[in-house]
């Protein structure tokens, strides 16, 4: 080991001939529709003081143009989604005749905050529970409609629109009592290698945050952005879809979105952001 | 959920055939990390290993490696360090074991084990993102490997 550290001292110098030039998070704030504040770095969470001092948005690790459709609504293709989800909020589904509306009136004052508590502990269900989780049961129990796909586009435009009421809140899932065991699971699969590259979560984003891996700068793979608009697949993509596409990556088998694997996983990554700003629906490439 | 995790490792690779004369992943012998036989007889060509090294389709070793003689191959990675001097600083033996099972040379390294089909935890079908099929088999072939050795042993300063 001794040895990789003589040797990467090397690395700096043959950088600069290749052209990866940008190794390190931007030093910007981000502040959207020159209103809301969004802290992109603050001192981690207690729980991960042994593994990182600061933790950091992805959107510190975009380009200047990546960056700068995210400070302005008009600017950030996600935001298109979100009016679509207003309308899904007020329309009518089911045997039940209700609306979201319907039980929670006006999203922007009833809604405020919820996404930065979630994924969180449900006492009648006893489980933890994803914003999608509870939306499907919304959907299913008190409106007497069908079930959103959890990934599918009625779904991730919802979460859009719950994300973009409580942007600038700060992130501040619980992660003890009854969420304890989730949240044990879930960093145990954060830092297991899977696939045949064996390859952890950590490794890229806990390990190797800030450098190029090929032509992809690493962030530390926070979830506060979620759900994210990405200019590569432009569209918005849920936690879960993410999460699916890194564990691929690894060439593994990968878990299915919403199964009991990923909900750990969303959790305990949303711990590792507390403190960070709600960003969703950020813009990313 | 900690047991579906490990009931899923070591899924064999029983239908990955070896042709006559090569060392199976599962045979192949390490001394303190080195690799001193030939995976499979026949001398490396440098050339097929410089297209390795830097295809994303094969090695794809410069998604974590630079390398400046691939410079007109586009983005290399910082991961790991230069490829550059990799044939003064490591003999062809220890070149063979880092590029088949880096773990054994460096312990708990990022890179990939190149030459390996067992011991892993929830394989998948290459990119796919679905379970392994009969056709799972090491990332490179016996000769393959041979062949990045060649070419990494050429790497000078």
Request: glycine share 10%.
């Amino acid at each position: 080991m001794t040895r990789t550290k003589l040797i990467s001292g090397l690395i700096g110098a043959t950088l600069l001939s290749t052209g990866a030039a940008f190794a390190d998070p931007v030093d910007d704030n981000l502040i959207i529709n020159e209103e809301i504040e969004i802290v992109t770095r603050t001192a981690a969470p207690a729980h991960l003081a042994d593994a990182l001092d600061e933790v950091m948005s992805g959107w510190l690790f975009r380009g200047t143009e990546t960056r700068a459709m995210e400070s302005d609504d008009f600017d950030n293709p996600g935001m298109i989604f979100v009016e679509k989800a207003m309308d899904s909020w007020e329309t009518v589904e089911g045997s039940e005749g209700k609306s979201c509306a319907s039980c929670h009136g006006d999203a922007e004052e009833s809604m405020k905050g919820v996404r930065a508590v979630y994924p969180k502990w449900n006492d009648a269900a006893e489980e933890v529970r994803t914003l999608e989780m509870q939306i499907n049961d919304c959907r299913t129990t008190r409106m007497g409609a069908e079930k959103w796909k959890y990934t599918g586009g009625d779904m991730v435009n919802m979460t859009a629109l719950l994300a973009s009421v409580s942007r600038g809140m700060p992130i501040n899932v619980a992660i003890d009592g009854p969420a304890q065991s989730t949240w044990e699971d879930g960093k145990e699969l954060y830092y297991t290698r899977t696939g045949q590259l064996e390859l952890s979560c950590a490794n890229c984003h806990e390990d190797n945050y800030g450098k190029m891996i090929r032509a992809d700068h690493l962030s530390q793979g926070q979830i506060n952005g979620f759900p994210a608009y990405r200019l590569k697949n432009t569209k918005l993509n849920s936690v879960h879809a993410r999460f699916k596409g890194c564990v691929r990556d690894t060439r593994a088998e990968t878990y299915k979105p919403g199964s009991p694997e990923f909900v750990a996983l969303e959790l305990y990554v949303a711990s590792r952001g507390n403190g960070l700003s709600v960003e969703g629906p950020s813009v990313r490439n | 959920m900690k047991r579906s995790i490990i009931t899923a490792i070591a899924l064999a690779s029983t239908a990955f055939a070896v042709s006559a004369g090569e060392i199976a992943p599962t045979e192949v012998s390490f001394s303190d990390g080195t690799v001193a036989e030939s995976l499979t007889g026949v001398p490396g060509d440098r050339e097929s290993g410089r297209e390795i090294v830097g295809s994303k389709k094969l090695g794809n070793c410069v998604a974590c490696h630079q390398v400046s003689d691939l410079s007109d191959v586009p983005f290399h990675g910082e991961i790991g360090p230069s490829l550059d001097g990799a044939g003064d600083r490591w003999t062809e033996e220890e070149l063979r074991g880092i590029v088949a099972n880096a773990k054994i040379m460096f312990e708990g390294t990022m890179m990939p084990s190149f030459y390996k089909t067992e011991g892993f935890i929830r394989p998948g079908n290459a990119y796919t993102g679905e379970a392994p099929d009969d056709t799972f088999g090491p990332i490179l072939t016996a000769q393959q490997i041979e062949d990045v050795v060649a070419y990494l042993a050429t790497l000078k300063e």
